[in-house]
């Protein structure tokens, strides 16, 4: 069974930073799909960066040039690298491997939550 488990949420001031880990297990982070969403207390869940069907990276609007995700094929762990953070950042963090990948159900993460304030 799939399983991804998320690290390194947490308090962080205004214009922060934090690191968060996704370890993967029964997959391959080397495969292309995988990515971070997050969600917010009474909004929806968001994508917020992954690695696109030929490995190239993909970001939401509102975090391009302060988020940055990459992946460690050793460790078998993707990671968020999260700059200048602010309060409409503060959610909780998801990964997600697509149903492709999985080779059956879409799988999540537990989520890991980031606060931003002050």
């Known amino acids: 069974q799939v399983q991804l488990v998320e690290s390194g949420g947490g308090l962080v001031q205004p214009g922060g930073s934090l690191r968060l880990s996704c370890a993967a297990s029964?997959?391959?982070?080397?495969?292309?799909?995988l990515g971070w969403y997050r969600q917010a207390p009474g909004k929806q869940r968001e994508l917020v960066a992954r690695?696109?069907?030929?490995?190239?990276?993909i970001y939401a609007d509102f975090v391009k040039d302060r988020f940055t995700i990459s992946r460690d094929f050793a460790k078998n762990t993707v990671y968020l690298q999260m700059n200048r953070l602010n309060a409409e950042d503060t959610a909780v963090y998801y990964c997600n491997a697509p149903s492709y990948v999985t080779g059956s159900h879409e799988a999540w993460g537990q989520g890991t939550q980031v606060t931003v304030s002050s």
């Open positions: 690695f696109s069907n030929t490995g190239n990276t």
């Open positions: 029964q997959i391959r982070v080397s495969a292309n799909g």
